[in-house]
């Protein structure tokens, strides 16, 4: 209901959060910190809290140089896309493709989820999630030269 009345503008959660003075509305105060400014869909709420609890800074509606706005980026490295229904249609499935291929110039890489992750299979959302940013910590989307048995083109 909070992110509701947030979203349309009826009132603001620093106006809530003002109304919640005291130690015994902390958890109140804490949750307020889940509300979005702008939420598009219920996937973009529920996923945004998702990635939050698992301890990701993630940030709603960038607009990425070269790509355009994207759902989420998840630690200023990730771009999560979360996708309906019309984008199984072949126009949008070229656009998601040629949006995906921007980023991966802009040194970002992409990944998709659907209503059936982001609802029914959270964690394992999560999990893939958390399993793309540590293999880009360690190095695994490196240039090719760096990787093992990697020969020079000739």
């Known amino acids: 209901m909070v992110q509701s009345a947030v979203s349309q503008a009826l009132l603001s959660a620093e106006f809530l ?9 902390g958890k109140v105060r804490e949750t307020l910190l889940l509300v979005l400014p702008r939420a598009d869909s219920l996937l973009e709420v529920l996923a945004h809290t998702h990635f939050t609890r698992a301890g990701l800074r993630v940030r709603m509606h960038v607009d990425v140089p070269g790509v355009g706005e994207v759902d989420c980026l998840i630690n200023e490295c990730l771009i999560v896309e979360l996708d309906g229904g019309t984008h199984l249609e072949g126009k949008q499935v070229k656009k998601d493709q040629y949006r995906n291929n921007a980023g991966m110039r802009g040194g970002l890489l992409t990944l998709h989820y ?26 695994r989307y490196a240039p090719a030269r760096y990787a093992p048995g990697w020969v020079p083109p000739s």
């Open 114 to 139: 659907y209503y059936v992750d982001v609802v029914h299979h959270p964690e394992r959302m999560v999990a893939e999630v958390l399993t793309v940013l540590l293999n880009r910590e360690v190095g």
């Open 17 to 25: 959060r003002s109304k919640l003075p005291g130690n015994r509305n």
